[in-house]
């Protein structure tokens, strides 16, 4: 029986991986119950592929969706590229397809009716590992110089290979020789053999590196010495490696299929890396994207922060609207990624609703979904962190870890406030804020309220008094804009901000409204808005990316009201 191959593209970080309280493996939410072998990832957009299914996420690995593909009915994904909108997939027998953009539609290729073990690129370079039930010849590794399109034999072998390609060069073995191309595939160098060669499972060229998975240990030999070490630290002995993954220094492994490892010395020393998995689950094949861990199994997608001080979070959202919040720094601010199912704008709270866009740390939004789902948050870890609130009904977020109410200090010490109250369905009083959650509290007075995961003295709590007023409603519509009672201008939020931040304000009367950012010197160097606007709350954001740090103001003017408030642009 043939095995799948690993085969990717490396790529090099500077960040060295570190274990943290929340490095353990989450299930990806959608993905259960699902067999799938290979994955792929380019940033926002990754594949994942199995038995007549192909997966997508848009939003950096946190939802995943099936897709309806071209591919014929009984094709099996075994091998995935993807770069930007183009996407290439490896079948079973079927041989390549191509899509342009980014999976929607799929065309078969040259490389028709073949099995292929194996994608990855080195540039705008292609290259598959491919063969045929008769391996006749026309089976080894091709090269596709048309994104993927056109593809040419340049080593053919009749028995499958094991094939990886980096930075450094190609790297393949044919049962009995090994061999490396520093130019693409032109030339190939024959290396020196392995002390015991037995049945390879999987090759990897990791810089000047070589490793070399067989039945009998991981071996491995940095170029250009000629000696190959057993790499069997923390190993089982005699383990058998059938891919890695890597990120800077450190190197994962998925050890017979079943048990993933990691090395934080270039594969001196091995530990093992399972925590969260369930006994009896299938590993096969590993991707690491923005600090995080991938891994298809045989029962979906599992993910694991590989990043010190970074977190994969699971939270639930109910079937219509939900009080929720950014528990971590997120890959993405955008409202259409972290929530892409909601079926309402996000709203913010200041004197009234304001529709936004984007959500940020610090702030609680109300969102509409139209099922009960389960969700995940990635990114870094927030352990603290300061909110300020103002008297009156405030909607705060939450931090990474669950924060007892009972440990929220503030400033100025012992700030009086309401009860904190959570929703679903209604309202009910929250005992801690939990990730990804919203709440609302009546404060006394302005003032921050701080959330921290680290131990706090009783003397510098907030005081919670609680009354039998109930926090504002919910939105009553998607849509709903009503006229307000009073003109104005809320603080901006973020702030300090770098490098974008969401302003927002009030319109009782129809007119000509203009919002301006003005620097210290009382120069004009942004135009938000300039319209005649009907009566109501409104939200924009301004992106500074092309403005230097530093103290500006902003300006809200109609024809009976103006107000200018400062904002702190810190890079």
Same mark, same amino acid.
């Given at each position: 029986m043939k095995r799948l191959l690993l085969f990717s593209v490396i790529v090099f970080f500077s960040q060295l991986f570190s274990v943290d309280t929340f490095a353990q493996w989450v299930q990806i939410p959608g993905t259960a119950g699902k067999y799938l072998y290979a994955i792929s990832g380019d940033g926002q957009n990754m594949f994942a592929g199995g038995v007549d299914s192909l997966y997508?996420?848009?939003?950096?690995? *946190?939802?995943?969706?099936?897709?309806?593909?071209?591919?014929?009915?009984?094709?099996?994904?075994?091998?995935? *590229?993807?770069?930007?909108?183009?996407?290439? &997939?490896? %079948?079973?027998?079927?041989?390549?397809?191509?899509?342009?953009?980014?999976? +929607?539609?799929?065309?078969?290729?040259?490389?028709?009716?073949?099995?292929?073990?194996?994608?990855?690129?080195?540039?705008?370079?292609y290259f598959a590992a491919a063969d045929l039930f008769e391996c006749l010849d026309d089976c080894g590794i091709f090269i596709s110089l048309d994104n993927g399109f056109t593809w040419d034999n340049i080593f053919f072998n009749a028995d499958p290979l094991t094939f990886s390609v980096s930075t450094s060069?190609?790297?393949?073995?044919?049962?009995?020789?090994?061999?490396?191309?520093?130019?693409?595939?032109t030339v190939w160098t024959r290396l020196n053999a392995l002390p015991n060669q037995g049945y390879v499972y999987a090759t990897r060229l990791f810089g000047n590196t070589v490793f070399v998975a067989t039945d009998s240990g991981l071996y491995?030999?940095?170029?250009?010495?000629?000696?190959?070490?057993?790499?069997?630290?923390?190993?089982?002995?005699?383990?058998?490696? +059938?891919?890695?993954?890597?990120?800077?220094?450190?190197?994962? &492994?998925?050890?017979?299929g079943a048990s993933v490892y990691f090395s934080a010395d270039s594969g001196a020393s091995w530990q093992l890396f399972n925590d969260g998995f369930p006994n009896g689950i299938s590993v096969q094949v590993l991707s690491v994207q923005d600090g995080f861990l991938f891994v298809t199994t045989s029962d979906g997608i599992w993910v694991r922060a590989v990043d010190d001080g970074k977190a994969a979070i699971q939270y639930v959202v109910e079937a219509g609207w939900n009080m929720v919040s950014v528990p971590v720094v997120p890959l993405t601010?955008?409202?259409?990624?972290?929530?892409p199912n909601a079926n309402s704008p996000a709203f913010y709270y200041q004197a009234g609703y304001v529709m936004t866009d984007s959500l940020w740390n610090r702030y609680g939004y109300w969102v509409k979904s139209p099922y009960a789902d389960t969700l995940l948050a990635l990114g870094e870890i927030v352990d603290s962190d300061s909110i300020p609130i103002t008297i009156g009904w405030n909607m705060i977020g939450s931090i990474?870890?669950?924060?007892?109410?009972?440990?929220?200090?503030?400033v100025p010490v012992g700030l009086v406030t309401s009860s904190f109250f959570g929703?679903?369905?209604?309202?009910?009083?929250?005992?801690?804020?939990?990730?990804?959650? &919203?709440?609302?509290?009546?404060?006394?007075?302005?003032?921050?309220?701080?959330?921290?995961?680290?131990?706090? %003295? &009783?003397?510098? %709590?907030?005081?919670?008094?609680?009354?039998?007023?109930?926090?504002?409603?919910?939105?009553?519509?998607?849509?709903?804009?009503?006229?307000?009672?009073?003109?104005?201008l809320s603080q901006n939020y973020p702030n300090p901000f770098n490098p974008t931040t969401n302003f927002g304000f009030r319109?009782?009367?129809?007119?000509? +409204?203009?919002?301006?950012?003005?620097?210290?010197?009382?120069?004009?160097?942004?135009?938000?808005?300039?319209?005649?606007l009907q009566p109501g709350a409104y939200g924009i954001q301004w992106d500074a990316?092309? *403005?230097?740090?530093?103290?500006?103001?902003?300006?809200?003017?109609?024809?009976?009201?103006?107000?200018?408030?400062?904002?702190?642009?810190?890079?």
């Open positions: 997508r996420s848009t939003n950096y690995g *946190m939802t995943w969706q099936g897709v309806e593909t071209d591919l014929p009915n009984d094709a099996t994904v075994i091998s995935l *590229m993807n770069s930007g909108d183009n996407v290439v &997939a490896g %079948t079973d027998f079927w041989g390549v397809y191509r899509s342009l953009d980014n999976g +929607v539609t799929w065309d078969s290729t040259t490389l028709e009716y073949f099995t292929v073990y194996s994608l990855g690129r080195n540039g705008s370079t060069g190609l790297l393949l073995s044919d049962y009995e020789d090994l061999y490396r191309s520093t130019n693409n595939g491995r030999e940095t170029l250009p010495d000629t000696n190959w070490q057993l790499s069997s630290v923390g190993l089982p002995a005699n383990a058998q490696v +059938v891919n890695f993954a890597e990120r800077g220094s450190s190197l994962f &492994a998925n050890i017979d601010n955008e409202k259409s990624l972290l929530f990474s870890p669950t924060v007892s109410v009972n440990n929220i200090t503030s929703y679903s369905t209604g309202y009910v009083i929250a005992d801690s804020i939990k990730p990804a959650k &919203a709440y609302w509290v009546k404060s006394t007075q302005d003032g921050i309220l701080i959330l921290s995961s680290t131990t706090i %003295t &009783a003397s510098n %709590t907030i005081r919670v008094i609680h009354t039998d007023e109930l926090p504002p409603s919910p939105p009553k519509s998607e849509t709903q804009n009503p006229k307000p009672e009073s003109f104005s319109i009782v009367d129809y007119g000509l +409204v203009t919002l301006k950012i003005f620097d210290v010197l009382g120069r004009e160097v942004a135009t938000l808005v300039n319209e005649n990316s092309d *403005m230097p740090s530093g103290v500006y103001c902003y300006k809200l003017q109609t024809g009976k009201f103006t107000e200018t408030k400062k904002l702190n642009l810190l890079r």
